[in-house]
């Protein structure tokens, strides 16, 4: 579920607990799971092996609603922050490379299809959810009050903030068994099978392992952050919660189409052509954006066309890890995915640079990150031949 949507709701109702709750911490959330992901995709790939395809991503989802439980259930700034980042961060990084393995090994030709159709639920779970959550928190669209870049809502939203977080985490507890009733894994995926792996120090030699690091750190920055503040910069200007709550729920649903149709591209097409495509949008809304939010009609339009364009990133990094290292992909996955912890702490800089200097300068700094993602996909080969090393680890970079 995207922080984003929740994001107002979860900041004022631990300000109207704790005085001393830090905005900032809070804020910080969504980039503290991501990094917290991290380790998610690390330890997968072992408790698939040790526990096999269903009981992982049991375990995944039960940590996603722990999360959410554990966040009704407290008001401590620092427990509610770090337990629902490492929860929800170490569940999602299980389910995320657990999920896609086994698609991958049924469709071996059809990789960018099967993992758009995968990555199109975690977009339908944002729509769906974003809106149950809004709905129980917020039931009469009550206007929050604006205080610098921070908006508080009040004793009638923030007292049913709770409640929202403990049914969305039922929610999800129930979800995460049928899910594990209904997977049937083909009887060698009971087990992920083990391939012989490289040696930690050979793969690091590979060019394209840090082309697609270097890339993962900088792409995903934009992403990251308008997912997370389009709708906390939204309600600065747009005194409206139920319409950014239903914004989010079509944005997430255009989404769906893009997780399904930008890595179907690669399918057909190279992978700087497709990155390229999607980022060059990306400049022009860091542009944008700035003028869209003075009315609901261009912000709507902005943020739908943002979160179509940006559903490419993880899916699209995905299967290209995939298509490149095959057998190797699960060693250097984690590895590669690590630069969501370098793009998660650019956020939270650019977010500090948004409340001290103002938003337009944050994107237009964006906008240059942009550009140099674009730079960095035409680094990354299409193909993996073994004894492929740089001259220097630092050739990605030049």
Not at 52 to 59: D, E, F, S, T
Not at 65 to 86: K, N, Q
Not at 115 to 124: E, L, P
Request: aromatic share 16%; charged share 10%; hydrophobic share 50%.
């Amino acid at each position: 579920m995207n922080w984003g949507a929740l994001l107002p709701y979860a900041a004022s109702y631990l300000s109207s607990t704790d005085s001393g709750a830090n905005s900032s911490l809070v804020y910080g959330a969504q980039s503290f799971s991501l990094i917290s992901e991290i380790l998610g995709t690390v330890v997968a790939p072992i408790l698939s092996r040790k526990l096999g395809v269903r009981l992982c991503l049991l375990l995944g989802g039960l940590l996603v609603s722990a999360a959410y439980l554990l966040c009704s259930a407290t008001s401590d700034p620092y427990l509610f922050v770090f337990g629902y980042s490492g929860l929800l961060g170490i569940g999602a990084g299980i389910i995320s490379i657990t999920s896609l393995q086994p698609g991958w090994e049924y469709f071996p030709e059809s990789k960018g299809k099967i993992t758009g159709i995968i990555m199109a639920g975690y977009s339908t779970a944002c729509m769906i959810f974003g809106l149950i959550f809004t709905y129980i928190a917020n039931p009469y669209n009550v206007s929050p009050v604006r205080c610098g870049n921070n908006v508080f809502f009040g004793s009638e939203v923030d007292g049913n903030v709770p409640s929202a977080f403990f049914w969305i985490g039922c929610i999800f507890s129930a979800l995460a068994l049928i899910a594990f009733a209904l997977v049937r894994p083909i009887r060698s995926q009971m087990r992920t099978n083990s391939t012989p792996g490289l040696p930690v120090k050979e793969f690091l030699k590979m060019s394209n392992v840090w082309n697609m690091f270097f890339f993962v750190s900088a792409s995903l920055v934009f992403w990251y952050f308008i997912t997370a503040y389009y709708k906390s910069f939204g309600i600065l200007y747009i005194q409206d919660d139920h319409f950014l709550a239903y914004l989010g729920s079509v944005a997430n649903i255009v989404g769906v189409l893009g997780r399904c149709f930008w890595p179907t591209l690669l399918d057909y097409f190279p992978f700087k052509t497709v990155m390229t495509l999607c980022m060059s949008f990306e400049i022009l809304a860091n542009i944008l954006i700035w003028y869209a939010v003075g009315a609901k009609a261009t912000y709507a339009v902005l943020i739908i066309s943002v979160f179509f364009v940006g559903s490419a990133h993880y899916p699209c990094i995905a299967v290209q890890t995939g298509k490149i290292f095959e057998e190797l992909s699960s060693q250097v996955w984690p590895f590669v995915y690590s630069g969501v912890g370098i793009a998660s702490v650019s956020v939270i800089l650019i977010k500090l640079m948004a409340d001290s200097v103002g938003y337009f300068q944050a994107y237009i700094a964006q906008a240059f990150v942009v550009v140099l993602s674009i730079l960095l996909s035409w680094r990354v080969q299409e193909s993996y031949k073994p004894g492929e090393t740089p001259a220097e680890f630092i050739e990605p970079l030049l």
